[in-house]
C-alpha cells in the first residue's frame, strides 16, 4: 500500500504534466508520442510510434501485475476460501454492466456507441493509490475488498479488448499464442523455475498476439494469473541455508551460484515477480502511460462543447453514479437473498467508498479510448474519464470523513462489518497446552512464533512488552527453533519447557531471549539455578531430550499454519503480514479488538 499511495501522486503529476503540456504545446507533445521506434532483426522489422509502445507494450508488465495480485488472493488471501469470491465476482460484473447501460442510454445510435467499453473499468493502481490518501484509517480488509472487486474487473476489460476492441483477429497468430501459452504452462506443472526457460516464451506470446491483432497486453494478465503464490516452506529454507553453509566453508564462484538459486527459489513465482516488476509499474510505466494519453487542450469551447456531449456524460454518469449503485447494490442483494450468508467482508461504509472510488477509471479507460475514437471524439472521452477521477475523489472522501465522524463503536461497524474472518493459526490457542500471558478473558490475542536464538524475535520482544501493558490482550509463544541456521535455539525451547515444568515458563523465556549468544548447556543450567529450579531435574530434562516432543508438537503447529521464519505473528487467529513495529502492531490490534466486540454484539 505504501507502494500504491506514492505511486498515486507520481501518476497525477503525470497527469497535469500531460495537460499542461498539451495546452502548451499540443504540436510538440503529439510529435513525440507519434515518433516511430523500431526493432529490426534481418528481414523482420517491428516498428510502433512510442505511444503505442507504451499502451501494448509497457502496459503490459502492468497487466502483469495485476494477474499476479489477483493470483496472490486466490492463493493466499481472502478468496481461497472460494465462497468469498462469489460477491466480488457479481459486483466487478455488475459493476461494469451498469455503467455500460448508463453510457450506451446517452449515446444509443449514436457515433459515441462503440466506445461503450471505456465506462466500464476501474483503475485499480489508481484507485487503490487514492484510497490510500484519502480514507486514512480504513482498514486493510477494505483495501483487499477492493482489490478483489478491482480484480473482476480487470481480466473482464481485457476480455473485452481482446474480443470487441480487437480488429481484423488473424487466427494463425492466435492459434500459436494460444500453443505458446499452454508450452508456459506445461513447463509450470514439469516444475520448472528458472526465469531463462519462461522469458523468451513470455516474448513470444506477446509477438504473437500483437501479430493475431489481439492487444497484446492481455499476455500480461494470462503469465500473472499463472504464478503461483506461497509462502516459503521450512524444508526448502533449511536446503538454501545448507548452501549457504557450503559457500560460506568455500566460498568459489560456483557455490555462490548454487547458493544465490537456492535462496531465490524459495520465494514463490509470484512473489519473485510482483517484487521485480511492481514498483516499475507503479513508480514509472503508469506514470508514463498517463503522460503519453492524458494529454488534450482544454479551454472554454472545448469544455462547453464537451460537457454537452454524449460522449463525456456517458462516461461522466458512468463512473459517478454507475459504479457506487453497482458495487452497493448488489451487494446488499446478495446479502439480503441470501440471508446474510453471502456478505461483504468489510462493513457498509467501506462498500460505499469501494464504490465510489471505483469511479476512478482511468488506464483501461484510456486504452480502450484510443482504440475506439479518434480525433475531438478522443478528447471528449480523455475529459470524461479524467472528470470522473476527479468527482469520484470528492465522493470518497466525503464518505470517509463522515464515516469519522460517526461514534466509535458505530464507526467500527461501518467499516469492519460483521462478516467472520478466516483462521490461519491451526490449531486454535488452548490455555491448557500454550503457554499464555495476560488475561484469559481478553479480547485479542496475539500468538508468536519464535526462536530464542534468533535476533529478530529478540528486537521484537520489547514491542510485545509494549503491547502487553494493554490489560485487554493475551500475548502466546509457540516455539519455531529454526536449527540450521541457530544450532542453539533447539535445546533453548527444551530448556523453557523443563522451566514450564518447575512453573517458570515465562521467566526462563524473558532470561533466554535475554541472552541470547549465551545459550549453551552450561550457561541454560545457571539460569536455572538463577530462578532456583531443581537443577538436578532440569539437566536432566535436557539430557534426556523429554520435552522434544512438546517442542516438535509446535513446530507441527508452525507447518499447519504455513509459518517458516521467525518471528511470525498471529492476531485473533489471522496472520499479521508486514512490519512488527509498535505502530503496525498496535493497529492491527485495535483492529482485531473491534472486530471482537463487533462479532460479541
Known amino acids: 500500500m505504501r507502494t500504491e499511495s506514492g505511486s498515486a501522486g507520481v501518476l497525477v503529476a503525470a497527469i497535469v504534466a500531460a495537460l499542461v503540456w498539451a495546452n502548451v504545446d499540443l504540436r510538440s507533445y503529439e510529435a513525440l508520442w507519434h515518433t516511430e521506434f523500431s526493432l529490426r532483426l534481418g528481414g523482420m522489422e517491428l516498428t510502433r510510434d512510442l505511444r503505442d509502445w507504451v499502451n501494448s507494450g509497457l502496459m503490459t508488465l502492468f497487466f502483469l501485475v495485476v494477474g499476479l495480485e489477483a493470483r496472490r488472493e486466490f492463493d493466499l488471501g481472502d478468496l481461497r476460501d472460494r465462497r468469498r469470491f462469489l460477491l466480488p465476482l457479481a459486483a466487478g460484473v455488475t459493476g461494469m454492466l451498469i455503467p455500460v447501460a448508463i453510457f450506451l442510454a446517452f449515446n444509443g445510435g449514436g457515433p459515441g456507441t462503440h466506445g461503450w467499453g471505456v465506462a466500464m473499468s476501474t483503475d485499480t493502481a489508481l484507485a487503490l493509490g487514492l484510497l490510500a ?302 503457554h499464555v500471558r495476560g488475561a484469559e478473558t481478553a479480547s485479542v490475542t496475539v500468538v508468536e512464533y519464535g526462536d530464542f536464538q534468533c535476533p529478530y524475535c529478540g528486537q521484537a520482544e520489547p514491542i510485545v512488552r509494549e503491547l502487553l501493558t494493554d490489560t485487554d490482550l493475551r500475548y502466546v509463544w509457540r516455539h519455531l527453533p529454526l536449527t540450521d541456521v541457530h544450532p542453539q535455539a533447539q535445546l533453548a525451547a527444551e530448556a523453557a519447557e523443563a522451566a514450564a515444568e518447575q512453573g517458570a515458563f515465562w521467566q526462563m523465556h524473558d532470561l533466554l531471549l535475554a541472552h541470547q549468544d549465551e545459550l549453551r548447556p552450561m550457561d541454560l543450567l545457571q539460569y536455572a539455578g538463577e530462578l532456583d529450579l531443581d537443577q538436578d531435574r532440569f539437566h536432566d530434562d535436557l539430557r534426556r531430550h523429554v520435552h522434544a516432543s512438546r517442542v516438535a508438537q509446535d513446530l507441527e503447529s508452525a507447518d499447519l499454519s504455513g509459518v517458516s521464519g521467525t518471528p511470525t505473528f498471529f492476531i485473533n487467529g489471522q496472520r499479521h503480514y508486514g512490519a512488527y513495529d509498535i505502530a503496525t502492531l498496535t493497529e492491527a490490534v485495535k483492529t482485531a479488538r473491534a472486530r471482537a466486540h463487533i462479532a460479541a454484539r
Not at 524459495?266 to 513508480?283: C, E, G, I
Not at 482504440?371 to 470524461?384: M, R, T, V
Request: include cysteine.
Open 133 to 434: 490518501l484519502l480514507g486514512r484509517g480504513v482498514p486493510e480488509q477494505a483495501r483487499v475488498f477492493l482489490l478483489t472487486v478491482f480484480v473482476v474487473d480487470d481480466i473482464i476489460a481485457l476480455v473485452v479488448i481482446a474480443v470487441a476492441y480487437s480488429e481484423h483477429v488473424r487466427m494463425m497468430p492466435l492459434v500459436l499464442a494460444i500453443a505458446v501459452f499452454g508450452a508456459l504452462l506445461g513447463l509450470r506443472a514439469l516444475g520448472v523455475r528458472r526465469g531463462a526457460f519462461f522469458a523468451p516464451l513470455c516474448i513470444l506470446l506477446w509477438l504473437l498476439l500483437l501479430e493475431s491483432g489481439v492487444d497484446p497486453v492481455v499476455a500480461g494478465l494470462a503469465i500473472g494469473l499463472t504464478a503461483t503464490a506461497y509462502s516459503p516452506a521450512r524444508g526448502a529454507l533449511e536446503v538454501a541455508s545448507g548452501l549457504f553453509k557450503l559457500f560460506r566453508e568455500q566460498p568459489t564462484a560456483e557455490l555462490a551460484r548454487s547458493a544465490t538459486l537456492g535462496l531465490t527459489q524459495t520465494l514463490s513465482p509470484n512473489d519473485r515477480l510482483q517484487r521485480l516488476y511492481h514498483p516499475w509499474t507503479s513508480y514509472l510505466i503508469v506514470p508514463l502511460f498517463g503522460l503519453a494519453n492524458a494529454g488534450i487542450v482544454i479551454d472554454s469551447s472545448f469544455l462547453a462543447r464537451a460537457f454537452t456531449s454524449p460522449i463525456t456524460l456517458g462516461i461522466l454518469a458512468a463512473y459517478v453514479v454507475g459504479k457506487p449503485i453497482a458495487v452497493v447494490g448488489v451487494s446488499w442483494l446478495l446479502n439480503r437473498v441470501t440471508g446474510g450468508r453471502i456478505r461483504p467482508a468489510v462493513g457498509w461504509a467501506a462498500v460505499l467508498g469501494s464504490g465510489t472510488i471505483a469511479g476512478i477509471g482511468f488506464t483501461v479507460s484510456l486504452l480502450i479510448a484510443s482504440l475506439a475514437f479518434e480525433g475531438q471524439e478522443l478528447a471528449e472521452a480523455k475529459l470524461g474519464v479524467l472528470a470522473a477521477a476527479v468527482l469520484a475523489s470528492l465522493f470518497t472522501w466525503l464518505v470517509y470523513r463522515m464515516t469519522a465522524r460517526l461514534p466509535k463503536h458505530k464507526r467500527a461497524v461501518a467499516l469492519l462489518g460483521a462478516a467472520d474472518q478466516l483462521v490461519d493459526l491451526i490449531p486454535p490457542v488452548d490455555p491448557e497446552q500454550d
